[in-house]
């Protein structure tokens, strides 16, 4: 089996797609330019001959499914909606959008075969140069082939190099029925990379009960534990008056945003913090002398110690209302997401399947308690548990993002495996 060109081609394609998410828009998708690859998407999955193919043109959502063929199942075929009888059958998720801190318009990717270790020239005219030494990453991938910009754009690897090995998967096995597989289904999904999180995929309509998210960088690792995740909010108000008289009437909101900045622990910051460390994190300041806003992220693993951080903001607020008086300070905290792993536990098998299928492409899986959170945090405590397998890609969200072709290869092997476990 030789995916080479198949992987990189629909890489290639997907790349040229500008599908940026955004941060401010409150639309739904956040850009209507996701459509434009969930159209693409849509399509192939009807060329390559998958079933229930769906775009759900309100919240850009794509869904694919290819049936199962065991014996036992193909007497009692799966509606759209219903999960395939037995445990054969799971599901696979990635998203469409690339993150919107770089440019993703005009993506011009290019290959270099047989990377012979040195530094990379993304760009001759403009003399940008990809060097060794600033990532030393680079090095794994000697004699592979690997997928660049132009180094003015990112290149979205994140995530299409998953929807890349997943398609190819897909076509395989739907042109390859001698291989003996329970359901599988397919849910593409936008805004991940601006906290989208897949709220908007209708697990009914996906059907399967379990499933795997596609959306990390390096290959063979998986991941089963995430933070636990809030935002917090700070309304600060406070009382503006000419500074000549202002003794004992001033209430400066910008001193306050500053006096509760200065309270959060050095210890606790994303900087200073590493492994499974929590932290607090200061995203934006906006302030006047009447009015000040500050929003904070929260994250930790542990719920216990999650828990006693948003209680320690709670406990900031209440300072400063008792320092300056109340209503000063309004605190508002909103859940974002939570560590997956209560959730994973209590279906081992998933990461049994996973590991034997990484095992069996001829690498050690590896597991990280990733310092973020991905779709399967949402979708597990929706009631589909769902781990995270790695994309393959490097630096993203950067310019000098790349993707290995044979690390999306991989990808499709491992999944053809695990499609093997599942179906045992």
């Not at 890349?164 to 897909?170: E, S």
């Not at 636990?228 to 000549?244: K, L, P, R, Y």
């Not at 008086?325 to 309004?330: H, M, Q, S």
């Amino acid at each position: 089996m030789n995916f080479h060109d198949k992987v990189r081609d629909r890489l290639i394609r997907y790349a040229k797609i500008d599908t940026q998410s955004s941060n401010t828009s409150k639309t739904v998708p956040t850009t209507a330019r996701q459509f434009d690859l969930a159209r693409v998407l849509t399509d192939e999955l009807k060329s390559i001959g998958a079933s229930d193919v769906y775009l759900d043109e309100t919240n850009c959502v794509v869904y694919g499914r290819i049936p199962s063929n065991l014996p036992e199942e193909a007497e009692h075929p799966a509606e759209a909606g219903q999960a395939s009888p037995g445990s054969h059958s799971f599901g696979l998720v990635a998203h469409m959008d690339t993150a919107p801190d770089a440019s993703g318009e005009n993506v011009k990717p290019w290959v270099l075969e047989n990377y012979d270790g040195s530094d990379i020239v993304l760009n001759k005219e403009k003399n940008i140069v990809m060097k060794v030494s600033q990532y030393p990453n680079l090095k794994n991938y000697i004699g592979q082939d690997l997928v660049l910009t132009d180094g003015t754009t990112l290149l979205g690897g994140d995530d299409k190099a998953s929807l890349a090995a997943i398609m190819t998967m897909a076509e395989y096995l739907l042109a390859h029925p001698e291989i003996k597989h329970g359901q599988i289904d397919l849910g593409f999904t936008p805004d991940e990379e601006v906290g989208g999180l897949a709220r908007n995929l209708d697990l009914d309509r996906f059907g399967s009960k379990v499933a795997y998210t596609l959306d990390g960088d390096y290959l063979g690792y998986y991941e089963d534990e995430t933070f636990n995740a809030s935002q917090a909010d700070f309304e600060i108000h406070g009382i503006s008056v000419h500074t000549g008289t202002a003794k004992g009437i001033m209430k400066n909101a910008n001193r306050i945003a500053a006096q509760l900045i200065d309270s959060l622990p050095q210890t606790d910051l994303p900087e200073t913090t590493q492994g499974r460390q929590g932290f607090y994190h200061v995203v934006s300041v906006s302030s006047t002398v009447e009015n000040a806003h500050v929003t904070m992220i929260v994250r930790d693993h542990d719920a216990d110690k999650f828990a006693d951080r948003e209680n320690f903001l709670r406990s900031r607020a209440q300072e400063l209302n008792r320092q300056y008086g109340p209503g000063t300070v309004e605190l508002t905290i909103t859940p974002t997401y939570r560590n997956m792993k209560e959730i994973i536990d209590t279906v081992p098998y998933l990461i049994d399947h996973l590991k034997a299928a990484i095992r069996k492409a001829g690498i050690e899986p590896k597991s990280v308690a990733f310092r973020g959170g991905t779709d399967g945090s949402a979708l597990s405590w929706r009631g589909l548990p769902s781990p995270n397998l790695s994309a393959g890609y490097e630096n993203a969200h950067g310019r000098f993002e790349y993707v290995p072709i044979q690390s999306m290869e991989k990808n499709v092997e491992i999944l053809l495996n695990l499609v093997q476990e599942f179906a045992k």
